[in-house]
């Protein structure tokens, strides 16, 4: 059974009352433009995180990249006159990549307090016809600190403090 990407962010939300939700999806191909074929896009409503994601990346190997996010200036690409939300941007040259996660951050709410994280991996999970396995290295990378294990808390970068307002 397929469950899209914005119904789990919704849970993670509502029912799971979680304070840090990442989502990751091969969510466009317009993340391959942007970003290329090594590093999947990253974009966040906590910009502290970034630093700590790149960092994981580099030390992982699963490298990523910063799009902007800018819902006041993207939002606009869902307008309709149906529904609450297009599922597809009005102008393909508005920063796609950027719009897609838009999509699934809009369904946690503008207002969701915790820290969301969005990373792209449409172009670095394959590697002609073979997947690259890309993403796992960079999430244990990532939250290394919160593990028992020695190497990966010596891997992982330092994360946002919970004690500033800005997550875990």
């Known amino acids: 059974m397929f469950i899209p990407v914005n119904f789990k962010v919704a849970y993670a939300k ?21 970003t290329g074929r090594y590093h999947g896009a990253v974009l966040t ?4 995180w970034e630093p700590a994601c790149m960092t994981a ?3 992982s190997g699963d490298l990523v990249f910063p799009v902007p996010y ?8 869902f307008s309709s006159a149906l529904a609450d939300m297009k599922n597809s941007v009005q102008n393909r040259d508005n920063a796609q990549v950027s719009c897609a996660g838009l999509f699934i951050g809009s369904h946690l709410g503008f207002d ?4 969301w994280l969005h990373v792209d991996m449409a172009a ?3 590697m002609g016809e073979r997947a ?14 919160a593990s028992s294990s020695k190497l990966l808390q010596s891997i ?6 919970k004690d500033s307002g800005l997550g875990f």
């Open 70 to 77: 800018s819902p006041e200036l993207h939002f606009c690409e």
């Open 112 to 115: 969701y307090p915790g820290t």
């Open 124 to 126: 670095p999970v394959h």
């Open 132 to 145: 690259t396995g890309y993403g796992v290295a960079l999430l244990v990378t990532l939250f290394g600190k």
């Open 14 to 34: 509502k029912d799971l009352q979680a304070d840090v939700i990442l989502d990751m999806a091969t969510l466009t191909g317009a993340q391959g433009v942007a």
């Open 156 to 161: 992982a970068p330092d994360l946002p403090a």
């Open 45 to 48: 409503n906590k910009e502290v």
């Open 57 to 59: 990346g580099k030390a």
